[in-house]
T-cell receptor, first 115, second 112 residues
Framework: GAVVSQHPSWVICKSGTSVKIECRSL??????MFWYRQFPKQSLMLMAT?????????EQGVEKDKFLINHASLTLSTLTVTSAHPEDSSFYIC???????????FGDGTRLSIL | DAKTTQPPSMDCAEGRAANLPCNHS???????VYWYRQIHSQGPQYIIH???NNETNEMASLIITEDRKSSTLILPHATLRDTAVYYC?????????????FGQGTILTVHP
């Protein structure tokens, strides 16, 4: 159990467009989901934490108006990169967990390339 | 937030045990230690976690020192597919969401 699905796995789009990434917990209900970003040869950097039905909590330096997070149900969270630019190109990864004491389980990531 | 430190890289021969150390001297009493690994271009894979006691599952064993300032992840019979970046982390205390902070991890290379 504890499967997290992320879609799409990769996307290429033009500068200025908005991109939506979905994160689903397939076999469990996730009270909390997390969004990370990872640049080449670097570690994961937490962008935001979202609880179902609540506004997301963003890490310092992450623009909430640029990275819109919606966690409308216990199995789905979405990250929308608005007006994406080349510097937003990165590997975006989501994770989900049942409770605060349980481990996070990660999706396979979305590779975003902005031309 | 609890901070973890790991060696940047380690090598291991196939079939041998891989012992990956992690220091977490600032961890507090209610913070779990989690281990993940990441193979290139994939999301991290959960391996194991623990609080005080040693833990074992089908993937690995986790040995936590009595003072909880360090731990060791043991892959008992490493295979080539175990080559990955291994992250030791802990859930942040003092916040209700228990976010994880990832360091640079240890690049484990398993040789034939």
């Amino acid at each position: 159990g504890a499967v997290v699905s992320q879609h799409p796995s990769w996307v290429i789009c033009k500068s200025g467009t908005s991109v939506k990434i979905e994160c689903r917990s397939l076999d469990f209900q996730a009270t909390t989901m997390f969004w990370y970003r990872q640049f080449p040869k670097q570690s994961l950097m937490l962008m935001a934490t979202s609880n179902e039905g609540s506004k997301a909590t963003y890490e310092q330096g992450v623009e909430k108006d640029k990275f819109l997070i919606n966690h409308a149900s216990l199995t789905l969270s979405t990250l929308t990169v608005t007006s994406a630019h080349p510097e937003d190109s990165s590997f975006y990864i989501c994770s989900a967990r049942r409770t605060s004491q349980q481990p996070q389980h990660f999706g396979d990531g979305t590779r975003l390339s902005i031309l | 937030d609890a901070k973890t430190t790991q060696p940047p890289s380690m090598d291991c021969a196939e079939g041998r045990a891989a012992n990956l150390p992690c220091n977490h001297s600032t961890i507090s009493g209610n913070e779990y230690v989690y281990w993940y690994r990441q193979i290139h271009s994939q999301g991290p894979q959960y391996i194991i976690h623990g609080l005080k006691n040693n833990e074992t599952n089908e993937m690995a064993s986790l040995i936590i020192t009595e003072d909880r300032k360090s731990s060791t992840l043991i892959l008992p019979h490493a295979t080539l597919r175990d080559t990955a970046v291994y992250y030791c982390t802990s859930n942040a205390g003092g916040t209700s969401y228990g976010k994880l902070t990832f360091g640079q991890g240890t690049i484990l290379t398993v040789h034939p």
